[in-house]
């Protein structure tokens, strides 16, 4: 079975703050993406990487792809209350599934 | 960039009745879309994949005569719960693929009383 853990499951920081959520799987990923969830409302797509080592950032937050492809993090720093979400990797494998992660649950207080 | 609509945002329904979902992609089209379920606090778990103009695949574990699913057009896909029961009530996604990575819907959220 494969699987893609998510690490930590919930995060509750101050305004300000740094932090760090991971993806980790022992299969390898043609691309993984990131979502980040509202209450309520369907995951949008934050980014896609697809290169191993690939770093990508979108304003305060990075994302990297690991060089073997099999993990991921994201970063953001100086964390604001409107980053408050649901933050989801997904995988996708060379058989076009895709494996999502169980999720981590992000609470910025002001 | 690529949108898919869901409809509606929320449902309330009896036990025992069928509630339809619906799923557009509104401005490309979408030969294969996803259903997901999502319970509080949790991730998303895929219910099965839809596919235009055949049947759709269902993941192990959903009952494919309570979870009925047509796709029968390029952009519509739709999900329907039948003879809901409260156990049912959930919040359901679609999604579909344009490139790399998924274009969600809004979601529905379906409480069976």
């Known amino acids: 079975t494969q699987l893609l853990e998510q690490s930590p499951q919930f995060l509750s920081i101050q305004e300000g703050e740094n932090l760090t959520v991971y993806c980790n799987s022992s299969?390898?990923?043609?691309?993984l993406q990131w979502y980040r969830q509202e209450p309520g409302e369907g995951p949008v797509l934050l980014v896609t990487?697809?290169?191993?080592?690939e770093v990508k950032k979108l304003k305060r937050l990075t994302f990297q792809f690991g060089d073997a492809r099999k993990d991921s993090s994201l970063h953001i720093t100086a964390a604001q209350p409107g980053d408050t979400g649901l933050y989801l990797c997904?995988?996708?494998?060379?058989?076009?599934?895709?494996?999502f992660g169980a999720g981590t649950r992000l609470f910025v207080k002001a | 960039g690529a949108v898919v609509s869901q409809h509606p945002s929320w449902v309330i329904c009896k036990s025992g009745t069928s509630v339809k979902i619906e799923c557009r992609s509104l401005d490309f089209q979408a030969t294969t879309m996803f259903w997901y379920r999502q319970f509080p606090k949790q991730s998303l778990m895929l219910m099965a994949t839809?596919?235009?103009?055949?049947?759709?695949?269902?993941e192990q574990g959903v009952e494919k005569d309570k979870f009925l699913i047509n796709h029968a057009s390029l952009t519509l896909s739709t999900l329907t719960v039948t003879s809901a029961h409260p156990e049912d009530s959930s919040f359901y996604i679609c999604s579909a693929k344009k490139g790399p990575g998924y274009t969600f819907g809004s979601g529905t959220r379906l409480t069976v009383v």
């Open positions: 839809s596919n235009e103009g055949s049947k759709a695949t269902y």
């Open positions: 990487v697809v290169t191993g080592g």
């Open positions: 997904a995988g996708e494998t060379g058989g076009f599934k895709t494996i």
């Open positions: 299969s390898v990923f043609s691309s």
